[in-house]
Nanobody, 117 residues
Framework: QVQLVESGGGLVQPGGSLRLSCAAS????????MNWYRQAPGKERELVAG????????DYADSVKGRFIISRDNAKNTIYLQMNSLKPEDTAVYYC??????????WGQGTQVTVSS
């Protein structure tokens, strides 16, 4: 079955950096675009970044452009989210996501990112 396991969250001061990882299994990872979403308290889940199957194209929410970098290693079935210049408004639970046609969306358990001094 599809499994997505996020790691790397934590508490960081404003202006700091974190690198999230998501290890995937149960599907053909190298053929699927992958995404990072986040959900802050009291807010809807929002798309943060996406990457194509080969990693050649990426897209970002306006709120994180220039600060976050999504990448993937298809040999390790893993995607990453490098988060720099973190702000308090980046505080959220971050989720790894894949959409598989005819099967739907799959989500990891999430990893908490807290940006606070």
């Amino acid at each position: 079955q599809v499994q997505l396991v996020e790691s790397g969250g934590g508490l960081v001061q404003p202006g700091g950096s974190l690198r999230l990882s998501c290890a995937a299994s149960g599907f053909t990872f190298s053929s699927r675009p992958m995404n990072w979403y986040r959900q802050a308290p009291g807010k809807e889940r929002e798309l943060v970044a996406g990457i194509t199957s080969g990693g050649g194209s990426t897209d970002y929410a306006d709120s994180v452009k220039g600060r976050f970098i999504i990448s993937r290693d298809n040999a390790k079935n893993t995607i990453y989210l490098q988060m720099n210049s973190l702000k308090p408004e980046d505080t959220a639970v971050y989720y790894c996501n894949v959409f598989i046609l005819l099967r739907g969306h799959y989500w990891g358990q999430g990893t908490q990112v807290t940006v606070s001094s």
